[in-house]
């Protein structure tokens, strides 16, 4: 079993359209949580953590389910600056270590004008 | 400021032969890690250093990839003897302190065993 789980996609959407991408987690000790996107040939970059009580940056807005181990990006108004691989990642506190970050295999967004 | 060097960005061997892949982590950052992203997934940590001591390699397949960071800054991975599925994209990140949620990645090393 994955420690992240994410569909991979792809999602194609037009530009202006509201999309959402989902995360399941499989481990309940897992501290914080984040969003990372990778641009095609890229390195991975982080877009936003994810906080207990919901957060939102703009045209992103992240959300946490502790009890369903289950998180969420919703991005509004989508621009084609927005097509990218989105990151699910999940830190997970093992023993003495401040814990390690498991990545999901990610969700490809494609945006068309 | 500068960011994650890594070098060389592509590399093509032949199985069975050895490469090396050095990383040179953000200025001030303790903690160094070597990421594998096989393409079409997610990356997976190889190892982590915080300063020169090792936090974690349990996912490092110790029969063929080693890494060091001697003197707690730069860091090499090397895997001898290479195998095909070892064709991968090497990450190295850095972040401030271990624990850190985010990481500084560098553009990454591609390699191609054939």
């Known amino acids: 079993r994955k420690e992240v789980e994410q569909d991979p996609g792809p999602f194609n959407v037009p530009e202006g359209a509201t999309v959402a991408f989902n995360c399941t987690y499989s481990?309940?000790?897992?501290?914080?949580f984040f969003w990372y996107r990778q641009d095609c040939r890229k390195e991975p970059k982080l877009l936003m953590s994810?906080?207990?009580s919901g957060n939102e940056d703009g045209r992103f807005t992240a959300q946490l389910n502790r009890a369903s181990q289950y998180i969420s990006l919703l991005i509004r108004d989508s621009k084609l600056s927005d097509s990218a691989t989105y990151l699910c990642?999940?830190?997970?506190?093992?023993?003495?270590?401040?814990?390690?970050?498991?990545f999901g295999r990610g969700t490809q967004l494609t945006v068309w004008p | 400021e500068a960011g994650v060097a890594q070098s060389p960005r592509y590399k093509i061997i032949e199985k069975r032969q050895s490469v090396a892949f050095w990383c040179n982590p953000i200025?001030?950052?303790?903690?160094l890690y070597w990421y594998q992203q096989i393409l079409g997934q997610g990356p997976k940590l190889l190892i982590q250093?915080?300063?020169?001591?090792?936090?974690?390699d349990s996912q490092l397949p110790k029969d063929r990839f080693s890494a060091e960071r001697l003197k707690g800054v730069d860091s090499t991975l090397k895997i001898q003897p290479a195998k095909l599925e070892d064709s991968a994209v090497y990450l190295c990140?850095?972040?401030?302190?271990?624990?850190?949620?985010?990481?500084?990645f560098g553009e990454g090393s591609r390699l191609t065993v054939l």
């Open positions: 990140a850095s972040s401030l302190s271990e624990g850190a949620g985010e990481l500084f």
């Open positions: 481990n309940s000790a897992s501290q914080s």
């Open positions: 994810v906080y207990s």
């Open positions: 990642v999940v830190n997970e506190r093992r023993g003495s270590t401040l814990g390690r970050l498991y």
């Open positions: 200025s001030g950052h303790a903690t």
């Open positions: 250093f915080q300063n020169n001591g090792v936090v974690d």
